[in-house]
Nanobody, 123 residues
Framework: QMQLVESGGGLVQAGGSLRLSCAAS????????MAWFRQTPGKEREFVAA????????SYANSVKGRFTISRNSAVKRVYLQMNSLNAEDTAVYFC????????????????WGQGTQVTVSS
């Protein structure tokens, strides 16, 4: 069983940066793909970025491409989301998730989820 705990959210001005971190427990971290999703009230959970089990492949939503970077460190069982050039549309609760299926953008392919961390961008 894998447990995921996000951290690093907060309030930031438009144009600023934040780095989210997701700490994983369990023995399967190095064999699963990891991703970040985000959600705002009344909307479906939205794919943001994913990284393969090896860290060699990544995938991004068009809305964050060029601004966000996902990475992982399997030695410490963490996945990160570096977010630059933030704008008000990036305001959401950000969730970390894992999947055994590869670089998936469909939330229903993900088997484990964290509790989320709030990111608020003020304009």
């Amino acid at each position: 069983q894998m447990q995921l705990v996000e951290s690093g959210g907060g309030l930031v001005q438009a144009g600023g940066s934040l780095r989210l971190s997701c700490a994983a427990s369990g023995r399967t971290f190095s064999s699963v793909a990891m991703a970040w999703f985000r959600q705002t009230p009344g909307k479906e959970r939205e794919f943001v970025a994913a990284v393969s089990w090896s860290g060699s492949s990544t995938s991004y939503a068009n809305s964050v491409k060029g601004r966000f970077t996902i990475s992982r460190n399997s030695a410490v069982k963490r996945v990160y989301l570096q977010m630059n050039s933030l704008n008000a549309e990036d305001t959401a609760v950000y969730f970390c998730a894992s999947t055994p299926y590869g670089l998936e953008s469909d939330q229903y392919s993900y088997t484990h989820w964290g509790q989320g961390t709030q990111v608020t961008v003020s304009s």
